[in-house]
């Protein structure tokens, strides 16, 4: 596999990827004004892994994306990363001005042809829009708009920045379940930078959990597909990820456990990271 190397003031091209990752990141440090927001950090993900990132605000797990999707080279350390590479961000970035099959080609190479964005528009349920315009489409049908113009790129590495955020939650249920879907269809990495929780263990193969610029803490996810957070299993692997964001859930034999405390601790766990 193709790959970038980053480094702090060029970059040069490496034959492929080291054996068995699809990403490498090795004493990655990035500082603002002398302050080192990623400090020293390592981080592999294999080929096909889905990956979630937890953590704060402010501990540099956006920055991170931003530099594996080659935004941010201002760096120290080396990143490796697949040359065919797609970022869905929390806001959609549709061109208003484009309509929707438009905005799915916008930056390829070439001339690519209209089909080439419907049958990706087809991909996410999307295809019976492909001629509106942005300002015409729900909160959802934006951003599996903007998936589709990541999926159009066949990327080996598909990065995803709170894509679910602005998402009410029935919305955001379904757009979960649909990449999920894609994910296990494209067998693509999958690097999802998220602040749910229950997002992370729903989703992932691997949860990391960031702190101060590093990797803190890591767990494999190794519940079956597809999950429900009825599983015990699920409930023990939350509280952990609560834990180590700080953040304590209710004990489940007293009368904090109700749904209305667990949505409070959801909400506490929001607010933490």
């Known amino acids: 596999?193709?790959?970038?190397?980053?480094?702090?003031?060029?970059?040069?091209?490496?034959?492929?990827?080291p054996p068995g990752s699809a990403v490498r990141v090795a004493g990655l440090t990035r500082s603002f004004?002398?302050?080192?927001?990623?400090?020293?950090?390592?981080?592999d993900v294999r080929p096909g892994?889905?990956?979630?990132?937890?953590?704060?605000?402010?501990?540099?797990?956006?920055?991170?994306?931003?530099?594996l999707a080659g935004l941010d080279r201002d760096i120290e350390g080396t990143v490796l990363v697949?040359?065919?590479?797609?970022?869905?961000?929390?806001?959609?970035?549709?061109?208003?001005?484009?309509?929707?099959?438009?905005?799915?080609?916008?930056?390829?190479?070439?001339?690519?042809?209209?089909?080439?964005?419907?049958?990706?528009?087809?991909?996410?349920?999307l295809e019976h829009r492909a001629?509106?315009?942005?300002?015409?489409?729900s909160g959802g049908e934006a951003q599996r708009a903007s998936l589709a113009r990541a999926l159009v790129r066949e990327p080996d590495l598909l990065l995803l920045d709170e894509p679910f955020g602005a998402l009410d939650a029935l919305t955001r249920i379904k757009a979960q379940r649909l990449v999920d879907e894609l994910w296990q269809r494209r067998g693509c990495a999958v690097l999802l930078v998220t602040h749910d929780v229950e997002e992370a263990v729903?989703?992932?193969?691997?949860?990391?959990?960031?702190?101060?610029?590093?990797?803190?803490?890591?767990?494999?996810?190794?519940?079956?597909?597809?999950?429900?957070?009825?599983d015990p299993r699920f409930a023990e692997l939350r509280t952990e990820l609560l834990h180590r964001l700080g953040v304590e859930a209710p004990d489940a034999s007293s009368p904090a456990s109700s749904p209305a405390a667990a949505a409070a601790a959801a909400a506490a766990a929001a607010a933490a990271a």
Request: aromatic share 4%.
């Open 1 to 17: 596999m193709a790959t970038d190397v980053h480094r702090p003031v060029t970059t040069t091209k490496s034959p492929s990827t």
């Open 33 to 43: 004004d002398g302050r080192a927001v990623i400090d020293r950090l390592d981080l």
């Open 49 to 67: 892994e889905f990956v979630a990132l937890l953590g704060r605000s402010g501990c540099g797990k956006s920055t991170l994306l931003r530099i």
């Open 82 to 125: 697949p040359r065919r590479k797609a970022v869905a961000f929390q806001a959609p970035r549709l061109m208003p001005w484009k309509r929707v099959w438009r905005n799915v080609l916008l930056g390829l190479a070439g001339r690519p042809e209209r089909a080439l964005a419907e049958r990706a528009l087809a991909e996410v349920g």
């Open 131 to 137: 001629n509106a315009w942005p300002k015409t489409l």
């Open 202 to 230: 729903l989703l992932a193969d691997r949860v990391l959990v960031m702190d101060e610029g590093v990797i803190a803490y890591e767990t494999a996810i190794d519940l079956e597909r597809p999950r429900g957070i009825a």
